[in-house]
């Protein structure tokens, strides 16, 4: 399982991104898939899960209110919308296979597979 997160940046408080998750040579859809975050000297940080239905979805506090994750099955592409960003958002962002979406599997990084991780730095 190759997972790939893409649309990371740049960008000032207050503005928006978009990240995807990709997956190179299988299907994302029977997938539960997470996001989680690491920032310079910092553990690592459970952000957000998606089930495969995509009628279970889970967030952390920190993010709750600000980012959305969903899935496109058809193009096989998990999406975490980042709006009202902030500097402590900074970090390199992660996408993830998991068994379950819930609070346990975000929380204690319950991963089976991640891969290259996308860079959002938020300026203040």
């Known amino acids: 399982v190759q997972l790939q997160a893409s649309g990371g940046g740049l960008v000032q408080a207050g503005e928006s991104l978009r990240l995807s998750c990709t997956a190179s040579?299988?299907?994302?859809?029977?997938?539960?898939i997470a996001w989680f975050r690491q920032a310079p000297g910092k553990e690592r940080e459970g952000v957000s899960c998606i089930s495969s239905s995509g009628g279970s979805t889970y967030y952390a506090d920190s993010v709750k209110g600000r980012f959305t994750i969903s899935r496109d099955n058809a193009k096989n592409t998990v999406y975490l919308q980042m709006n009202s960003l902030k500097p402590e958002d900074s970090a390199v962002y992660y996408c993830?296979?998991?068994?379950?979406?819930?609070?346990?599997?975000?929380?204690?990084?319950?991963?089976?597979?991640w891969g290259q991780g996308t860079l959002v730095t938020v300026s203040s």
């Open positions: 040579g299988f299907a994302l859809d029977y997938k539960t």
């Open positions: 993830a296979a998991a068994t379950l979406c819930n609070i346990v599997v975000v929380q204690t990084l319950d991963f089976s597979s």
